[in-house]
């Protein structure tokens, strides 16, 4: 958004034109990203853009979450493989209906890993993987995340989980700069701004 305002600020013409533009492309960007998202892959869109796979933004995310998983192993706290399933789950739920249903959960975990930064995709897989039918129901049934990675033999159930701020949607979501960092922009578009946007109506 900065790379826009900066080259709204250097058009030529009169008086104003800068506000003009930034004012334009607050109201057009949003629905020119959300009609985007709808007729493309998320991911191609991403790559093209260059926010995804490029290896500035790959160095970043790697540096947050090793950084954090570091800090979790210095702490004592949970695994790393605890830590992320927590986090799945917790996104998954986050993007569920409020009816969930299986067909819902099973379609939503086919997405799920290509909605997530590049660098958590392989665990993505390899989470999902290990759920079965008892997980569904676990899902289903509003169980916590902690039961259900313990569950699939993930986290012991004592565990409290690390929290990486990029897993949690008030930070990952509080403006496009975080979403970018964290690399949740399309999860926070579709799900997180869009429902602050509707309650504001």
């Not at 009609?35 to 790559?47: G, L, M």
């Not at 926010?51 to 800090?71: N, P, R, Y």
């Amino acid at each position: 958004m900065a790379l826009i305002d900066t080259m709204c600020d250097h058009l030529p013409g009169p008086p104003g034109t800068a506000k003009l533009c930034k004012d334009e492309v607050q109201k057009v960007l949003p629905v020119a990203l959300n009609f985007i998202t709808a007729v493309v892959k998320p991911a191609d869109v991403c790559k093209t853009l260059g926010l995804c796979g490029s290896s500035d933004m790959q160095k970043i995310l790697h540096g947050i979450v090793k950084e954090a998983l570091q800090a979790a192993e210095e702490n004592a706290t949970p695994s790393k493989q605890c830590s992320f399933c927590i986090f799945l789950i917790k996104t998954l739920e986050e993007m569920l209906p409020k009816k969930r249903t299986e067909d819902a959960v099973i379609k939503l975990l086919e997405e799920i890993c290509q909605i997530l930064p590049s660098i958590y995709r392989d665990q993505c897989v390899t989470v999902v993987s290990k759920f079965t039918k008892t997980v569904l129901d676990a899902i289903l049934s509003y169980a916590t995340p902690q039961a259900i990675c313990a569950l699939i033999r993930l986290c012991d159930g004592q565990e409290a989980p690390f929290v990486d701020p990029c897993t949690l949607t008030e930070h990952r979501c509080q403006d496009f700069k975080t979403a970018l960092q964290c690399g949740t922009v399309f999860y926070c578009q579709k799900f997180a701004w869009k429902l602050r946007d509707s309650n504001m109506i």
